[in-house]
């Protein structure tokens, strides 16, 4: 079964939700995917999945997650997207 998301605020807004990794380089890397041998832990790939945000504490973790992503994102400007 295919889920869709509504990403369509977050998009129209400029808000970052997925980061590639920015100084870990893949042992492998294709068209389709990278992969790190070591892992990494600068990749970041939110609503990407069909599961949902189902308790206080996965919002919190999407919330800072979002916030790290968007540097130039203030207080009040984050709040509003909260």
């Known amino acids: ?5 509504n990403i369509k ?15 870990d380089i893949p042992t492998i890397e294709t068209e389709k ?3 790190f041998e070591n892992g990494t832990y ?11 945000i189902t308790s206080y504490k996965s919002l919190k973790w999407h919330l ?3 916030w790290y ?7 009040v400007q984050f709040d509003n997207m909260a």
């Open 1 to 5: 079964m295919s889920y869709t998301r």
């Open 64 to 66: 800072y997650v979002i």
């Open 42 to 52: 600068e990749c970041y790939t939110l609503f990407n999945t069909n599961a949902k």
């Open 9 to 23: 605020y977050l998009v129209s807004r400029g808000i970052v939700y997925r980061q590639d990794p920015i100084s």
């Open 69 to 75: 992503l968007n540097t130039t994102m203030n207080q």
């Open 33 to 35: 995917y990278m992969f």
